[in-house]
C-alpha cells in the first residue's frame, strides 16, 4: 500500500490515471473510499489522487502522539505534505462537505498550490450558515446507547434521498459497511466535529481568485443548498450548479451527473 510520508505521519493515499492532477478531500469521518463512484470515471482524464486523512482507515495513526492536537490545521497541513510528497507543484482540488472547509482554508492559505478549486456540499460557515435540522444534527452526537455500526447508519442515511434509501436499500448498507470497516479514531472524530461547528470563513472566501465550481443538490439535509448559494454570491470567480433530486451524498448517488459536471469544468480552462 503505497504511503506518503510526512513530517510526523504517514499518510495512505492512492493514485490513479494520468494529466493534471486532481486531489479529492473526503467528508466528514470518511476516507479514501468515499469516492468510489469517481475515481475510475475521472481517471480517465486526471491523475486523481485519493487518501485517508490521519487517523481514518488505513491512516493509522502509530501512538497517541500521531492524534495530539488535532486541528482545522493539521487537516490542511496533511493536504500540503501530500501534494509535496508526490512532488505537484499545483493541482485541482475537489473537497465535500468537511472535505469542502479543508479545500476553502487550503485555497486561502496556498493559493500558489491550486489550479482549479471545487466545492461540494459544503458551506463557509458564518452567521448566514443554514444548519440542518435537529434531528440531523443529532444523529452526528455520540450516543452510548448505539453500537457503532448503529451510529453509522443513523447518521449516514438522511446522507441520501428517501427514494434512494428505498430502492437502493442494498447499496446504503454496502455503504455503510465500507464506512463501519474503515476506523475513524475518536480523537479524529472529534477534531473533526468541533472545527466544523466552529467554521466561520464567509467573510474571508472573498480573498479565493481561482476559478471555483460550486455544486449542491437540491435536497441536502445535512447541509442545505442554500450555503451553496451563499458560497457561489461570495466568490467572485464562481460558477454553481444545483444537481436536481441530489442528497448530500450525490457524489454517489446522482454519480454520473456530478463527474459530468466536473469534468466539463475541468476541461473549460
Not at 62 to 90: A, P, Y
Not at 121 to 128: E, F, I, N, R, Y
Not at 228 to 238: G, M
Amino acid at each position: 500500500m503505497p504511503f506518503a510520508k510526512l513530517t510526523d505521519f504517514r499518510l495512505f493515499y492512492e493514485s490513479d490515471g494520468a494529466g493534471e492532477p486532481l486531489i479529492l478531500i473526503s467528508g466528514f469521518a470518511s476516507g479514501a473510499w468515499n469516492w468510489f463512484r469517481q475515481t475510475e470515471d475521472l481517471a480517465k482524464n486526471f491523475r486523481v489522487i485519493t487518501f485517508d486523512p490521519r487517523g481514518i482507515g488505513k491512516s493509522r495513526a502509530r501512538g497517541e502522539s500521531d492524534l495530539k492536537n488535532l486541528s482545522m490545521q493539521t487537516f490542511i497541513e496533511d493536504v500540503l505534505g501530500l501534494l509535496d510528497f508526490l512532488e505537484i507543484e499545483k493541482a485541482h482540488i475537489l473537497g465535500a462537505s468537511f472535505g469542502g472547509f479543508v479545500a476553502q482554508e487550503f485555497a486561502l492559505q496556498f493559493p500558489e498550490r491550486l489550479n482549479r478549486l471545487i466545492l461540494a456540499c459544503t458551506t463557509a460557515g458564518g452567521k448566514h450558515h443554514v444548519k440542518p435540522s435537529i434531528e440531523v444534527l443529532r444523529s452526528f452526537a455520540p450516543d452510548a446507547n448505539l453500537s457503532t455500526g448503529e451510529h453509522i447508519r443513523r447518521f449516514l442515511r438522511p446522507a441520501f434521498t428517501d427514494e434512494f434509501n428505498r430502492r437502493h436499500a442494498d447499496e446504503v448498507e454496502r455503504i455503510c459497511r465500507m464506512r463501519e470497516t474503515n476506523e475513524v479514531a475518536e480523537a479524529v472524530y472529534f477534531a473533526q466535529l468541533h472545527s466544523a461547528f466552529n467554521l466561520d470563513l464567509e467573510n474571508k472566501i472573498g480573498a479565493i481568485r481561482t476559478e471555483t465550481l460550486v455544486l449542491t443538490g437540491d435536497k441536502d439535509l445535512v447541509v442545505p443548498m442554500q450555503n451553496s448559494l451563499n458560497l457561489a454570491d461570495k466568490l467572485p470567480k464562481s460558477t454553481l450548479k444545483i444537481i436536481e433530486n441530489g442528497s448530500h451524498l450525490f457524489f454517489i448517488e446522482n454519480a454520473d451527473e456530478f463527474n459530468s459536471i466536473v469534468r466539463d469544468f475541468l476541461r473549460k480552462f
